[in-house]
Nanobody
Framework: QVQLVESGGGLVQPGGSLRLSCAAS????????ADWYRQAPGKDRELVAT???????NYADSVKGRFAISKDNAKNTVSLQMDSLKPEDTAVYYC?????????????WGQGTQVTVSS
């Protein structure tokens, strides 16, 4: 059974920081690419950050310069460092990872973690 489990969400004041982590477990060979998405109430889920198998990163314009995605291949985890948080960053954050099995790759979603930015 493959699982992606996120952690690190919570309540933070504007200008503060949070670090989200997503750990993959189960019978797979390795984590390839991974993404972080977020969904605010009443809005569509949006792509926030991407990291490729080779470590190349890409960000939504709204978070460039404030968020940083990273991947630990040895631990099969992907993290999202979020600095200078704004109220508009409030959302449920989800990780999505491509996992490599023998001969096939599959994508999985985590269950989501709430991030609330408020004074």
């Amino acid at each position: 059974q493959v699982q992606l489990v996120e952690s690190g969400g919570g309540l933070v004041q504007p200008g503060g920081s949070l670090r989200l982590s997503c750990a993959a477990s189960g019978s797979f060979i390795s984590m390839n690419s991974a993404d972080w998405y977020r969904q605010a109430p009443g809005k569509d889920r949006e792509l926030v950050a991407t990291i490729t198998t080779g470590g190349r990163t890409n960000y939504a314009d709204s978070v460039k310069g404030r968020f940083a995605i990273s991947k630990d291949n040895a631990k099969n985890t992907v993290s999202l460092q979020m600095d200078s948080l704004k109220p508009e960053d409030t959302a449920v954050y989800y990780c999505n990872a491509e996992l490599w099995f023998a001969g096939v790759v599959r994508r999985y979603w985590g269950q989501g973690t709430q991030v609330t930015v408020s004074s």
